[in-house]
């Protein structure tokens, strides 16, 4: 078959990629060979658009055991625990078939996990939606949170915290990006890199169906009108056979016979080969008559390329395979050799005793092209708000205004699709700043949060990249975790365009100032690019999951308030920064101007500070302040417990509205023990912390003197509605 | 006191039952699906989960399982029997349970903690409750929708059979309490014989107060009285 310019563009590549191919081989590829090409160079295998700008993260410290690079990273929690966590994108198929994009998305996304030897522990998410009134986002949330629950739900993981988000920028393309935490002993953790001549290569778990072919090339493409016609590229999830997979592996785990093992994931059969064979820097030659088929003659073109889920690779150690064997026979797994590593770097491909494609190794991975692609800085927006400039609002009417909308409303119509309990672990479930999950039979737990601002992404991205790590960050500590490590889902849109590469360059620029300053290195993610309709691309999305450790687990901390007459400490400072809040989002529809400022030597000098208070006792709750500002930070310890807040107005004289809706970053509330105020005060003032004694707790109503007064009831009603309504 | 848990593939609440039994000292065996005997045991229990993964409809498939046979000649000789929610539906398909569970009303899956209402508590597996004690407890399902038909719901009240139902925090039992539409609000009920039990909500989930509260330990240690 000739291999004409239609059909590479149809493999999306271009005709240089193509010219390049030729140069490597020194020949021209046949289709079998491009395809396997097409699947090995696009964006989403090779990181062709993002390499050079990944490489600048900081990626190490004492806490991680593996970084980047690996199915996932791998950080120590003390004694001989670690704890293996990554995050994924499955956007595209989820616009496409939502319910099977995001099962199979939870799929891939555990698979990374357990296939390095950890249980996986729980699960995250993050989704964004297009705007409540376009005409798909009704049922592609109904389809994505159903399918997140029920791959999770049947596996037998609890998916413990996540966020959900509207804005009219995703109407075309959402994003699903689901992260799982596993937990595995320190010296017994699978690497993906192969090593030593004729060993065994192993296929195990569903067999290779032509579901997913190209998937991955799908990812690397935006999207037109056409897109629904994609179906057939969606991977079916079967969240049974995962459970498994997942017995099975962590069986033959327990024994000393896997020498490298990887899953198949994006571009199947052909990545995990390609991938474990180049890391050892070897050969891989495979059989594919012996590849077990669901579907009657598929060419080796289908088998290399299709994306069949639950699906893993293993290289065994010599004369393991008959024991290695039984226990895939006891779950009803298919187990076959069906090739061996060999000293020529080459991926060899025969079928029928003759061979059909044969690579070199290194023309897929380290030869793969890099791209510096161009880009521009944002400049920043001089734009500022004058309140006096726009229509006078009530205190009261902007909160309503704010705990009433999508954004904001209480999620538990999601989360009570999720089973947040099973595994008995979880110590607290979503709807804190972060959840708390127990490491098993173990007095020591792990607290987890995934965060996203697109907004402030938007509007000056070094800032956003910076803000999103720093709330994080927040997030663990108001529970009392020591935060750890990250993993980072970068959703950008087409990175041919100079203003979208400039977006990713400097939000990473961002995410790698405040990860160097907090000590929070980043040790896996993913790049999903591409994100967009017709030219229209989405607002920049990094999405921060992180990971921290509470070394001895007492009563977990939340941000209920717990008590009337004690007092509420505001810790940090308020400047009242309006701009990008969404205050003047949900009240005026105006999202101009610059996103707060982060400042973070504040920003680890508070948490920091707030972590010793917290290890003495002296807390009793506490909640990050984010979007909304300080009264919706208030409202939500109040709808939480019932127990409601008399607040103080300002003494420096400041408008009420910036006060209490401004978004100044680094800061937290919390509620302590009027005994207790003295020592709280002396700690903040050895650390040199600024704080307000704003005000403290009271039966039943919310209030702020002579400005509001609203009970808790009537909040928690106003926040609960929306979700029941849509 | 010996117990067995059965795993099918597809059980996900097995370790979290076998570590509740070894917390109040059972003797536990765990017991895979393909085994032709079992264990002595005073007590089997069938966890939740999603056995075989619940293809072709919940319970079916493990219903018509090897072992399951083992468990029904357990169950006619007086063996103690609990099934918990994947498990309740499991008894219903094997027979030993009548009636069967269809999908919540809302046609969603459910997972919160909500309230039981112990209405008897002169059974093997609720001794240990005080009559009409409200128990806060965690259900997960997308089939806990109770039903049968109205012979069989006349003997159940006679018989005094229904051991859990649905209520609210005060003990009220009414259809804002019903959290999945089950007919008369009902949680768990025992068979004619009073061995067998079958519930939707967990009480393996509540027998610690830093992950939940103990509000499940009577359920076992009424098993050990």
């Not at chain 1, 390329?305 to 064997?325: H, N, T, V």
């Not at chain 1, 290194?362 to 708000?385: G, H």
């Not at chain 1, 956003?464 to 993993?487: C, D, F, H, M, Y």
């Not at chain 2, 509740?20 to 069938?46: R, Y």
Request: hydrophobic fraction near 35%; proline fraction near 3%.
């Amino acid at each position: 078959m000739k291999i004409t310019d239609k059909i590479i563009e149809k493999h999306g590549l271009k005709i240089e990629e193509f010219e390049n191919i030729k140069k490597l081989l020194k020949r021209e590829p046949n289709l079998l060979e491009l395809g396997i090409f097409s699947a090995m160079w696009n964006e989403h295998c090779s990181y062709k658009s993002s390499k050079i700008h990944l490489k600048k993260l900081p990626i190490k410290g004492k806490q991680v055991i593996q970084g980047p690079g690996e199915n996932a990273g791998v950080i120590d929690v003390g004694d001989d625990d670690a704890i293996i966590f990554k995050i994924e994108s499955h956007n595209h198929p989820s616009y496409i078939e939502p319910y099977q994009g995001a099962a199979t998305g939870v799929g891939g996304i555990l698979r990374d996990v357990f296939t390095m030897g950890a249980r996986p522990i729980a699960l995250l998410n993050s989704i964004h939606f297009g705007s409540p009134k376009h005409s798909k986002t009704k049922s592609l949330l109904n389809g994505v949170v159903s399918g997140i629950g029920g791959y999770g739900n049947c596996i037998g993981i609890p998916t413990v915290a996540g966020e959900t988000k509207f804005n009219e920028t995703y109407n075309e393309n959402i994003l699903v990006n689901a992260m799982a935490v596993g937990h595995a002993k320190k010296d017994k953790i699978f690497y993906s890199k192969a090593k030593g001549l004729n060993k065994s290569v192993v296929y195990v778990g569903s067999k290779t169906g032509r579901d997913g072919i190209h998937g991955a090339s799908m990812a690397s493409a935006e999207f037109d009108e056409n897109s629904d016609e994609k179906k057939p590229t969606v991977q079916v999830g079967d969240p049974f056979t995962e459970k498994l997979l997942m017995e099975a592996c962590l069986e033959l785990m327990k024994d000393n016979s896997i020498i490298s093992i990887q899953d198949m994931g994006a571009a199947g059969l052909t990545s995990s080969s390609v991938e474990m064979a180049s890391k050892g820097n070897l050969g891989i030659e495979i059989e594919l008559d012996k590849v077990p088929c669901r579907e009657e003659n598929m060419t080796p073109y289908e088998m290399m390329l299709s994306e069949s889920q639950e699906r893993m690779l293993i290289i065994l150690e010599d004369g393991k395979e008959q024991e290695a064997k039984k226990i895939f026979d006891k779950w009803d797994l298919d187990f076959v050799v069906i090739g061996k590593t060999t000293k020529t770097n080459n991926l060899t491909l025969k079928y029928n005793n003759k061979i059909e494609g044969e690579i070199p190794i290194d023309a897929l991975s380290s030869k793969a092209p890099i791209y510096n692609r161009k880009w521009i800085k944002k400049k920043p927006s001089k734009k500022q708000i004058n309140l006096k400039d726009l229509k006078k609002i009530k205190i009261e009417d902007a909160l309503i205004k704010i705990l009433s909308s999508p954004n904001h409303s209480n999620k538990s119509w999601i989360t009570n699709q999720y089973d947040q309990s099973v595994m008995c672990d979880t110590v607290q479930k979503s709807g804190s700043d972060a959840a708390i999950i127990r490491i098993h039979n173990k007095d020591k737990a792990i607290a987890v949060s995934v965060d996203s601002s697109a907004n402030y992404c938007k509007s000056h991205p070094i800032t956003g990249g910076k803000q999103i790590v720093s709330e994080n960050w927040r997030n663990l500590v108001t529970v009392g975790a020591k935060p750890l490590a990250i993993t980072n889902c970068l959703n950008f849109g087409n990175p041919e365009n100079e203003e979208i590469m400039g977006e990713f360059a400097e939000c990473l620029e961002g995410i790698k100032e405040a990860c160097e300053y907090l000590d929070y290195p980043v040790v896996s993610g993913n790049v999903s690019f591409y994100n967009g309709t017709n030219n229209k691309n989405i607002h920049p999305t990094p999405v921060i999951g992180g990971v921290g450790l509470i070394k001895k687990l007492n009563k977990p901390l939340d941000h209920k308030f717990k008590n009337e007459n004690n007092i509420l400490l505001l810790i940090g400072k308020t400047f009242g920064h309006l701009e990008q809040s969404c205050f003047l989002k949900e009240n005026f529809s105006i999202d101009e101007g610059m996103p707060p400022e982060i400042n973070l030597l504040n920003e680890k000098n508070n948490g920091e500070t707030l972590l010793k208070l917290i290890d003495k006792n002296l807390i009793l709750s506490s909640h990050d302040i984010s979007s909304g500002g300080l009264i919706t930070a208030l409202s939500e310890m109040s709808i939480s417990s019932g127990c409601g807040a008399k607040i103080q107005k300002p003494k420096k004289l400041m408008n009420l509205l910036k006060y209490f809706f401004g978004e100044d970053q680094a800061r937290y509330v919390v509620e302590i023990n009027a005994n207790n105020l003295s020592k709280v005060e002396n700690i903040l003032k050895d650390n040199d912390i600024y704080y307000d004694n704003i005000g403290y707790t009271q039966e039943e109503y919310l209030e702020i003197e002579g400005e509001l007064k609203i009970s808790t009831k009537d909040l928690f009603k106003i926040n609960n509605e929306w979700y029941n309504s849509y | 006191m010996r117990s067995s848990v059965i795993v099918f593939p597809g059980s996900n609440c097995d370790r979290d039952i076998a570590m509740a039994l070894e917390k109040l000292q059972f003797k536990n065996q765990m017991v895979w699906h393909k085994e032709t005997k079992l264990p002595k045991s005073d007590l089997i229990v069938i966890p939740g989960g999603f056995s075989y993964g619940d293809y072709l409809r919940s319970g079916a498939i493990a219903g018509k399982s090897l072992i399951i046979n083992e468990v029904i000649k357990s169950a006619n000789s007086g063996c103690l029997i609990l099934g918990i929610c994947n498990g309740f539906q499991i008894l219903t398909e094997t027979g030993l349970l009548k009636g069967t569970l269809l999908r919540n009303k809302n046609l969603k899956f459910i997972n919160k903690d909500i309230y039981i209402n112990v209405m008897n508590n002169k059974t093997n597996f609720s001794n240990k409750y005080k009559k009409n004690q409200v128990l806060k407890i965690n259900i997960a399902h997308n089939e806990g929708n109770y039903f049968t038909d109205s012979k069989h719901l006349d003997e159940l009240k006679k018989e005094n059979l229904i051991v859990f139902k649905y209520c609210d925090e005060k003990g009220n039992i009414n259809e804002n309490s019903n959290p999945n539409g089950s007919l008369e609000n009902i949680a768990g009920i025992l068979n004619k014989k009073k061995n067998i039990l079958g519930m939707m909500p967990h009480p393996e989930r509540m027998v610690e107060e830093i992950i939940s509260n103990k509000d499940g330990v009577n359920l076992f240690s009424s098993l050990l009285n």
